[in-house]
């Protein structure tokens, strides 16, 4: 099993930032990718970003691209995500995921373990 626990949610207002933070423990041997997701109020879960844990390789919905930025740190077994000129829009619950499959491209990744999420709220 793996354990995951985001963190840096908050309130911003719009044009602002925000880094969140997900820690991962337990087996975290078993983690070939980690990623992204989030559920706005009234719309279906959208994956944001994704992240290979070996090499680094990257994807991200177009609607992010250029204004989010995923990175890890495997030395503490810690994804990030970088959030800039948020708009009132991106206003959702931020999930990390993590697990994956070596074979599977990041656009469709299936992950394994989910944390609870970090709320955003961007204010107009």
């Known amino acids: 099993q793996v354990q995951l626990v985001e963190s840096g949610g908050g309130l911003v207002q719009a044009g602002g930032s925000l880094r969140l933070s997900c820690a991962a423990s337990g087996r975290t041997y078993n983690i070939y990718a980690m990623g992204w997701f989030r559920q706005r109020p009234g719309k279906e879960r959208e994956y944001v970003a994704g992240i290979r844990w070996s090499g680094g390789s990257t994807y991200y919905s177009d609607s992010m691209k250029g204004r989010f930025t995923i990175s890890r740190d495997n030395a503490k077994n810690t994804v990030y995500l970088q959030m800039n000129s948020l708009e009132p829009e991106d206003t959702a619950l931020y999930h990390c995921?993590?697990?994956?499959?070596?074979?599977?491209?990041?656009?469709?990744?299936?992950?394994?373990?989910w944390g609870q999420g970090t709320q955003v709220t961007v204010s107009s």
């Open positions: 995921a993590a697990g994956g499959r070596s074979w599977y491209a990041l656009k469709e990744m299936p992950f394994d373990y």
